[in-house]
Nanobody
Framework: EVQLVESGGGLVQAGGSLRLSCAASGFTFDDYSIAWFRQAPGKEREGVSCISSSDGSTHYKDSVKGRFTMSSDNAKNTVYLQMNSLKPEDTAVYYC??????????????WGQGTQVTVSS
């Protein structure tokens, strides 16, 4: 069974940092792109970042560029999202998702259950 399990969320003050992890199993990890999405209350789910399986390149939403860094450890089948200089507007449930390419929120094939990130002012 395909599984994506997020961890690392929590409550942090503005300016603080968190590192999210996404542990994958049940599929060929190296063949898949892994993305992070987030959804705040009352808002649409939006893409945060993605690491491409084709060349390993990373992509970021404009509002998180310079603050968030995505990385992967293929030996551990795990992807990370290092989040620094967190802002209250980063508050959301964060999800990891997997597919052959870095697709949009409505197209990714596999999803985790999400982890809550709350940033207080």
């Amino acid at each position: 069974e395909v599984q994506l399990v997020e961890s690392g969320g929590g409550l942090v003050q503005a300016g603080g940092s968190l590192r999210l992890s996404c542990a994958a199993s049940g599929f060929t990890f190296d063949d898949y792109s892994i993305a992070w999405f987030r959804q705040a209350p009352g808002k649409e789910r939006e893409g945060v970042s993605c690491i491409s399986s084709s060349d390993g390149s990373t992509h970021y939403k404009d509002s998180v560029k310079g603050r968030f860094t995505m990385s992967s450890d293929n030996a551990k089948n795990t992807v990370y999202l290092q989040m620094n200089s967190l802002k209250p507007e980063d508050t959301a449930v964060y999800y990891c998702a997997a597919d052959l390419q870095c697709y949009g929120a409505n197209f990714m094939g596999y999803w985790g259950q999400g982890t809550q990130v709350t940033v207080s002012s």
